[in-house]
């Protein structure tokens, strides 16, 4: 739309829908965007917004001429102007829904030092007051984009995820009320990708500009923020990644780490029960041999003058008892199986024979 005069701003600017309407905000848009606007256009937008008003037409004619205002500086990136627009109507248009929704935008634009979450109590207080209206809801979506970004959480670090919540259901809303608006895609993919889908994100950036009307004179300048917000999502997507196997090969490491010391455990423990089995088994033989040595000093003494034959015997006797007990003792140690056992047959095999032996001499 090209105005041509004062009279037919003032006519047009009459003419447009009550303020909380998605395309009251269009039109504005439109005025502001169009290439070829007469060179007088801002200076008739000013004195119409610098009138003095004595009815409710009038007012709507002023507070939209604002509203062209604060929307030119916005979109030139002149904050310091958007701000003094702002503080500036302040008192004249405070009483506006659509007020507190440019006010939000100029917050957005300048958050830097200002109270986050006041920012957000605002943007979610316009978001229920302007319930249908997808550019309000939108900034609500943004707004949650904007700062979760600016403090760089992670899914694991967001300090209170309800926000990331309202702003996925707000930027919803928005593409509900407005399907074809392309920058809502783009908001949607930036609260996707802090919520860690980064995947789905890169698609809605995609979709972005595909909706993005390559006639609008700033059509450069957003298709290159959606490339900038898609580069970040990659770089997140990437980061995940890293991490993803960073942890992977932490936590098989760990694991490798942890049967490596089961294992050194298990085998600590099984040559300390093989020691400790050892001793048992040497305290047991030293044991049968001081036996063996007192009872066959023993023998000796009580069946001194009797047959030298018959005192071998019997001290051969007391050796294969001895064989026998230790035989059993290594039974009692490691059971009837393993090498070990067939130690133990052999042991009592010769304890046996010695016996058969000390008694065929004791006969003799």
């Not at 004249?92 to 929704?101: D, E, L, Q, T, V």
Request: include cysteine.
């Amino acid at each position: 739309m090209i105005i041509h005069s004062k009279e037919e701003l003032t006519s047009f600017l009459s003419q447009l829908p009550k303020e909380t309407d998605r395309d009251f905000e269009k039109k504005i848009v439109s005025l502001c965007t169009e290439e070829n606007q007469d060179k007088n256009f801002y200076a008739w937008t000013e004195e119409l917004a610098n009138t003095e008003f004595s009815s409710e037409s009038e007012e709507k004619v002023a507070f939209a001429a604002f509203c062209i205002l604060s929307n030119i500086a916005r979109r030139s990136f002149d904050r310091t102007k958007e701000t003094d627009l702002i503080n500036g109507y302040r008192e004249k248009f405070g009483n506006h829904a659509f007020y507190k929704h440019l006010k939000l935008l100029c917050m957005l634009d300048n958050h830097v030092g200002l109270d986050h979450e006041e920012i957000l109590e605002l943007a979610y207080e316009n978001s229920r007051n302007i319930y249908t209206n997808a550019g309000v809801q939108h900034a609500l979506a943004d707004a949650v984009a904007t700062l979760f970004e600016e403090n760089e959480f992670t899914p694991e670090q967001c300090p209170d995820k309800l926000w990331l919540e309202r702003g996925m259901e707000a930027v919803l809303l928005a593409i509900n009320f407005d399907s074809a608006y392309a920058k809502f895609y783009c908001t949607k993919a930036r609260i996707l990708s802090l919520q860690g889908n980064h995947k789905e994100a890169l698609r809605c950036i995609d979709t972005a500009i595909d909706y993005e009307n390559s006639k609008n004179k700033d059509y450069a300048l957003r298709v290159g923020r959606y490339q900038m917000h898609a580069q970040t999502i990659n770089n997140r997507l990437h980061n995940q990644l890293m991490r993803q196997q960073l942890q992977e090969e932490m936590t098989a490491q760990k694991e490798a780490y942890i049967t490596e010391m089961q294992q050194r455990q298990e085998e600590l423990e099984t040559q300390t029960n093989r020691s400790r089995i050892k001793n048992m088994e040497f305290i047991g033989l030293f044991a049968g041999i001081i036996s063996f040595t007192i009872g066959g000093l023993n023998i000796a003494q009580g069946l001194a003058g009797q047959s030298i034959i018959a005192v071998a015997g019997l001290i051969i006797v007391l050796m294969g008892a001895l064989l026998g007990v230790y035989a059993g003792f290594g039974v009692i140690l490691h059971g009837f199986r393993g090498k070990e056992s067939v130690r133990n047959y052999i042991v009592f095999a010769m304890g046996l024979l010695l016996i058969v032996g000390g008694v065929i001499l004791c006969l003799r």
